[in-house]
């Protein structure tokens, strides 16, 4: 089964949940930094580059669900790996120049900000 725990930094977060072959299954696992910057990261690659989901993925050599699933989702519990994303950003970077991907990456990197009625 699982191992129930409580308080746990398992993924640079603290999370009361319950761990399965390596895998957490939080209760409500809010999506981390590293995920909303990877979904911003990868959006605005589609932007820039006026590609769909699926062309950006048969561009980069991966399934077209990796990519669709993991923007179009916001209730996703995982974020793209490291390979799948320098995969991703290789394939931007044949119409994209380094310093365009760069500042992407850069402002992806940042957190939103709203603006309050006060």
Not at 23 to 36: G, I, V
Not at 72 to 101: F, M, W, Y
Not at 109 to 115: D, E, K, N, S
């Amino acid at each position: 089964m699982g191992e129930n725990v409580g308080a746990k930094m398992h993924d640079g977060q603290v999370h009361s949940c319950r761990v399965t072959a390596a895998r957490c299954l939080c209760k409500s696992a809010p999506m981390d930094a590293d995920q909303e910057a990877a979904r911003r990261f990868v959006k605005e690659i589609m932007r820039v580059t006026g590609w769909t989901a699926t062309r950006l993925a048969k561009e980069a050599g991966i399934y077209h669900t990796t990519i669709s699933r993991f923007i179009h989702n916001e209730g996703v519990r995982h974020t793209l790996s490291t390979r799948t994303l320098s995969k991703i950003r290789a394939a931007a970077s044949r119409v994209i120049a380094p310093d365009q991907l760069d500042t992407l990456w850069l402002i992806s990197q940042r957190q939103p900000t709203t603006l309050s009625g006060n």
